[in-house]
């Protein structure tokens, strides 16, 4: 049914694309943070990313009493912004490594310890420099149409799952005999623009590039999978019997509130609403910061003057949606912005 509604529409070979298109299970990748371990979906989705700018921050021991201070909290925001500059520079790692080989391993480097020192040491008082210094220097951005679900079971199995349609209502394309929004996927490919990696601080990244595209550009494949910036994750401690299962929605935004809504609960102490429900910032591809509109204004001067540029963001909804548990109590948080519940069975 979905074929021929699809067909109906004018597309030609829509069969033989349904049919050579199947699912991968792969092992997530696995990062210590901590008391915590994080798993999350390795390239083309966003995990390695949010690897990499957790683990860089955990090398600053950020905690409640080092941001107690509103010096401390400029100061804690001025290094997520660095890590965060830093971290859309690496964002071309996040190509199908099963359609471009040379990027087999290239995601796996930013889960390096090595890779996180140096770009810790690369961080320093200011945000005024170069774009280069952090090799942003291309637009790469993402839709909106995501959601997401975590979900804890009473066996303690857990399960966190993001799906997109890429923008709002997809390709407005309809089946209405199985009620499927059809996506556009595809706009990611083909509007990708060229990412640079010569001043990448990896000695592995040099060379990456596909030799012959025009401009460094990733030209796209047969059966090719977009990059997301989905991080549907799971955090799990040993010691302490806690387990903290999240994600979220918001196209480009998602890496960066989730990121924060794991900073706020896991080093900063808040309780699992608090950490989702705090304001967020998040960096653009020009480097320049973009504030939720509730977020500190103490906090947005100190990081003024430290030279961090900022700009205003036309729409800003980022959703995080998580379930913790600790011992024997669980939480579940379904984030306000979007008006949403969280339920138990």
């Not at 303690?156 to 407005?172: D, E, K, L, Q, R």
């Not at 608090?274 to 910032?281: N, V």
């Amino acid at each position: 049914m979905l074929v021929e509604d699809i067909a109906k529409e004018g597309p030609e070979g829509v069969l033989e694309d349904r049919t050579g298109c199947q699912p991968e299970v792969v092992d997530a990748l696995e990062v210590p943070l901590g008391d915590y371990t994080l798993y999350s979906p390795p390239p083309p989705a966003g995990g390695a990313i949010l690897s990499f700018i957790l683990n860089v921050l955990r090398g600053f021991n950020f905690s409640a009493e080092s941001v107690a201070r509103p010096e401390g909290r400029v100061n804690m925001y001025h290094h997520l912004v660095e890590t965060l500059k830093f971290a859309r520079g690496q964002r071309w790692r996040l190509g199908d490594p099963r359609s471009h080989p040379k990027l087999q391993n290239a995601s796996r480097d930013l889960l390096e310890e090595t890779l996180a020192q140096l770009i810790r040491q690369q961080i320093d008082g200011r945000g005024d420099h170069q774009l280069s210094h952090y090799s942003l220097a291309d637009a790469w951005g993402h839709g909106t149409g995501t959601s997401h679900v975590s979900v804890l079971g009473e066996d303690g199995s857990a399960v966190a799952a993001t799906s997109t349609i890429n923008t709002p209502f997809g390709a407005m394309v309809y089946s209405p005999r199985t009620g499927i929004i059809l996506n556009n996927e595809l706009l990611d490919l083909c509007e990708r623009c060229p990412r640079g990696s010569g001043t990448t601080p990896s000695p592995a990244v040099n060379g990456d590039r596909v030799s012959g595209a025009p401009g460094g550009c990733w030209p796209p494949v047969p059966g090719e999978r977009s990059p997301s910036s989905m991080v549907p994750s799971i955090l799990i401690s040993k010691a302490q019997g806690s387990k903290l299962v999240i994600g979220g929605a918001g196209g480009e935004l998602i890496i960066s509130a989730v990121a924060q809504a794991i900073m706020n609960k896991l080093w900063l102490g808040f309780d699992l609403r608090a950490a989702i429900a705090a304001p967020i910032l998040h960096v653009n591809s020009k480097g320049r910061v973009e504030y939720e509109p509730s977020f500190s204004q103490e906090v947005q001067r100190g990081l003024q003057d430290r030279g961090q540029n900022q700009t205003q963001r036309p729409f800003f909804l980022n959703v995080v949606q998580a379930v913790s548990q600790e011992g024997a109590c669980v939480y579940a948080v379904s984030d306000l912005r979007k008006g949403g519940e969280a339920a138990g069975y």
